[in-house]
T-cell receptor, first 113, second 118 residues
């Protein structure tokens, strides 16, 4: 079945440093969605990318979708303590499984003040 | 607007017992999903309802799991009998009915039910 590999598994940064998490697939993806889960919380949708080479920004967060639609990245500039949590990429399976989200393993971000 | 709600928030049961989880989606959302996250692993899809119909149940692990959505409103997920490996956090999510071939809706997740099977 469809798989999305996400790295790194953990990232520890000092407040103010940048952070990047990557997702990769061996197959072309229909889309990429990014979710954030705070400690003890639930996944919250951040953004969706659907176009080849697409780049979207939300304040300090920059999301990219690769030209071949096989990889994506989330970059946070100047991290803050409020950025802590687990960041997941996910993609829709398509076809009759259009609603099914396949998640990456997640990257756990800790930010030291 | 109320978000997705789930009940109970925690459940601790013994192996062989039965547990029923409930999910109330956002009002008006025809799509309802169940996911599970086992500790340290990724979030895995279980099944997808469109209104009261099962659109996709390819992620259901075995016949000990039964999901229902009578009337197309709330949904229940029953595990009977529970096994140790069923422990984890069960998330419910819902989304609106609009989609196209190149756009998929964001899914709104509930707070989850943490299930512990002893």
């Amino acid at each position: 079945g469809q798989q999305v590999m996400q790295i790194p598994q953990y990232q520890h940064v000092q407040e103010g440093e940048d952070f990047t998490t990557y997702c990769n697939s061996s197959t072309t993806l229909s889309n990429i969605q990014w979710y954030k889960q705070r400690p003890g919380g639930h996944p919250v949708f951040l953004i969706q990318l659907v176009k080849s080479g697409e780049v979207k920004k939300q304040k300090r967060l920059t999301f990219q979708f690769g030209e071949a639609k096989k990889n994506s990245s989330l970059h946070i500039t100047a991290t803050q303590t409020t950025d802590v949590g687990t960041y997941f990429c996910a993609t829709n399976a398509g076809g009759t499984s259009y609603g099914k989200l396949t998640f990456g393993q997640g990257t756990i971000l800790t930010v030291h003040p | 607007e109320a978000g997705v709600t789930q009940f109970p928030s925690h459940s601790v049961i013994e192996k062989g017992q039965t547990v029923t989880l409930r999910c109330d989606p956002i009002s008006g959302h025809d799509n309802l999903y169940w996911y599970r996250r086992v500790m340290g692993k990724e979030i895995k899809f279980l099944l997808h309802f469109v209104k009261e119909s099962k659109q996709d149940e390819s992620g259901m692990p075995n016949n000990r799991f039964l999901a229902e959505r009578t009337g197309g409103t709330y949904s229940t997920l029953k595990v009977q009998p529970a096994e140790l490996e069923d422990s984890g956090v069960y998330f419910c999510a819902s989304s609106q009915d609009l989609f196209s071939a190149s756009y998929y809706n964001e899914q709104f997740f509930g707070p989850g039910t943490r299930l512990t099977v002893l």
